[in-house]
């Protein structure tokens, strides 16, 4: 069957998740910001740069995937380092410290309510649940 070239007319036209321009709109490291729902799932954008402190999600997994740069993510028995297009799941319970030497561009998907910190507060505690 061929493919239709164009769409019709009456059709709407549902707005796209450009993640690039989303990361535009962030200028602070080390904040995460929801950019989609799947579910009771989140995509969220993160810039970061320099070392996070150690955490671990005691309910959840936690991917990481680098749209640009490269970040290491430290572990208490060995490290992972994602360069631009790899991705990583951390799974739940499991010590994590992100690092990036220069700042990394990264999409998170986790559930809805993780908290950056995970159990522990810190300086580095960032509010939950904020779109861009
Ligand atoms: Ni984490």
Same mark, same amino acid.
């Given at each position: 069957m061929t493919p239709t070239p164009i769409a019709p007319s009456t059709a709407r036209t549902y707005p796209s998740v450009n993640i690039a321009h989303k990361l535009s709109l962030l200028h602070e490291h080390w904040s995460q910001r929801v950019v989609a729902e799947m579910n009771d799932y989140q995509f969220k954008i993160a810039k970061l740069q320099g070392d996070f402190v150690w955490h671990s999600h005691a309910d959840t997994d936690e991917c990481f995937f680098v749209v640009a740069g490269e970040l290491r993510i430290d572990l208490r028995d060995g490290a992972v380092t994602l360069r631009a297009g790899e991705m990583f799941v951390v799974p739940k319970g499991v010590e994590h410290k992100p690092f990036a030497q220069n700042e990394a561009h990264v999409l998170l998907v986790e559930p809805? =309510?993780?908290?950056?910190? =995970? =159990?522990e507060e810190s300086e580095r505690t960032r509010a939950n649940d904020v779109w861009i």
């Amino acid at each position: 069957m061929t493919p239709t070239p164009i769409a019709p007319s009456t059709a709407r036209t549902y707005p796209s998740v450009n993640i690039a321009h989303k990361l535009s709109l962030l200028h602070e490291h080390w904040s995460q910001r929801v950019v989609a729902e799947m579910n009771d799932y989140q995509f969220k954008i993160a810039k970061l740069q320099g070392d996070f402190v150690w955490h671990s999600h005691a309910d959840t997994d936690e991917c990481f995937f680098v749209v640009a740069g490269e970040l290491r993510i430290d572990l208490r028995d060995g490290a992972v380092t994602l360069r631009a297009g790899e991705m990583f799941v951390v799974p739940k319970g499991v010590e994590h410290k992100p690092f990036a030497q220069n700042e990394a561009h990264v999409l998170l998907v986790e559930p809805r =309510g993780v908290i950056n910190t =995970g =159990g522990e507060e810190s300086e580095r505690t960032r509010a939950n649940d904020v779109w861009i």
